[in-house]
């Protein structure tokens, strides 16, 4: 397990580092200088001269890499161009906000997509094989951003059976705040889900043409000790690393799905960041974002190598 996990340490590290030098440049790509939007509309020349040089932007860009990345080393991320405050004081405020978000919308997305790939890869029946194939292929085509805006609609507007706008912490108060959560977490869920359930529906088909699932059969296994003993154990292992990717992408979505329901998350700090060009706030999110999905995929990885030994011999040295 030991060798298996410093083989893949040096390639997430190499991620970690490309990702620093793309979270530093693209922002600065765009157009709009933060200098002016922190003079302001009426602003001379040596003013907004004044406050790069204030803000180290008068510097050559690989001397502010530099500057920035050694920060992130010893947990100094710089402040707010905007607020003046802390970056990592900023990201905290907001950070319990997106987590419970993602981790319940994760939630959803582990239990749908799995109950949903193990009744698509189980149907017999032609009627049942279509409806879960149609259901999972719209599930796959509408965005999660329609999604929430339907479930509103109906949840929120025409049944007022949910809140959908704001946010109650669960730390605060669990009975309001699952409410809150409820609708932002299943659109967000749902087309990740919906992913999984597909990767989940095709390993199960592979698998059933397997030898040892015919011999199971010959044997006179019952049905459903084929499909929780042969099939499905050998179907999660694809499922499994399809979790850790699916994770990163719902922290992206969040973004859109805390500004359709009001949230005051990572992803409204992030909107923020882009209109003020707050370079350090977004560069920190960017990388924050990257880090937890390389994170994520790192102990996919280990839980796979535990479900299917063939991985963690692959991953030791011959």
């Known amino acids: 397990m030991t060798r298996f996990l410093v083989r893949r340490i040096p390639s997430a590290l190499l991620v970690l580092f490309v990702t620093s030098i793309l979270a530093f440049v693209l922002p600065r790509l765009a157009p709009g200088d933060p200098a002016v939007a922190m003079a302001g509309p009426d602003a001379s020349a040596a003013d907004i001269a004044a406050i790069r040089t204030q803000l180290g932007l008068d510097k050559p860009l690989v001397p502010q890499y530099f500057h920035w990345i050694g920060g992130v080393f010893t947990g100094d991320f710089g402040q707010s161009y905007a607020t003046h405050r802390p970056v990592t004081q900023l990201i905290g405020d907001r950070l319990g906000s997106t987590l419970q978000l993602a981790v319940l919308a994760a939630v959803f997305m582990v239990v749908i997509g799995v109950g949903l790939g193990i009744a698509a890869g189980s149907a017999r029946g032609r009627f049942a094989k ?189």
């Open 130 to 318: 279509s409806f879960l194939d149609v259901l999972c292929s719209l599930l796959l085509a509408v965005p999660a951003f329609l999604t929430g805006l339907v479930l509103a609609l109906l949840l929120g507007v025409f049944w007022r059976i949910l809140p959908v706008s704001g946010e109650v912490s669960l730390f605060a108060d669990p009975e309001i705040g699952i409410q809150y959560l409820l609708l932002p977490a299943f659109a967000l869920a749902l087309p990740q889900a919906a992913q999984i359930a597909r990767l989940l529906q095709s390993a199960m088909w592979q698998s059933r043409s397997e030898e040892f699932v015919q011999t199971a059969v010959a044997k006179g296994a019952s049905s459903a000790r084929i499909t929780v003993r042969h099939v499905l154990r050998n179907s999660m292992a694809s499922a499994l690393v399809s979790f850790g990717m699916r994770f990163g992408e719902l922290l992206g979505g969040a973004v859109v799905i805390e500004a359709i329901f009001a949230r005051n998350g990572l992803g409204a700090l992030a909107v923020t960041s882009v209109n003020q060009r707050d370079y350090l706030v977004l560069q920190t999110l960017i990388l924050f974002a990257v880090a937890i999905a390389v994170v994520i995929q790192l102990l996919t990885e280990i839980a796979l190598s535990v479900l299917d030994p063939r991985i963690r011999l692959e991953g030791a040295p011959a």
